[in-house]
């Protein structure tokens, strides 16, 4: 959770928390973890094996027949990566697919946990921020003009 964008930042209480509520879950070979165009429900962190990540042409719809015809890049993830935040912070639908490579294992979130557990940092972290920022001499002096 350390390298992921969205988690690095939190502490380690919040990390403990994070993974306290997440579970194990099993993929084989060539089993699809995330498919484009669905609701983004879970956040996953590759805890064993490596997946591969299928993006698509601008424009393409997830029903589109061409679909496999219409990949526009595929790179692969490997062990501690984190993916399906986007869909969930965003509240929209998957734009991914992501297919086991081989027998894959992962830790799974639930959507609400992770966004619950996100938003309530930021919060948190914006509070002690303005809290310190009033202690600041300079900003009692500026209400005198």
Sequence with gaps: MKNNFLTKNLSE?????????MKPQKFLKKEILIKYGD??????ILSK?????????????PDDPDLDKKKNMVKYMG????FGELALLYNDKR???????????????????????IIKSSIEKRSQQAGFLNQIKLFDQLDNF
């Design 13 to 21: 209480v919040e990390i403990t928390k994070l993974a306290g509520a």
């Design 39 to 44: 609701q983004g429900k879970e956040y996953f």
């Design 49 to 61: 094996g490596s997946v591969r990540v299928i993006l698509y042409q601008a424009g393409t719809t």
């Design 79 to 82: 062990q501690g990566s984190g």
């Design 95 to 117: 734009s991914a697919t992501i297919e086991a490579v081989d027998n894959c294992e992962t830790y799974t979130l639930n959507g609400a946990i992770f966004k619950t557990i």
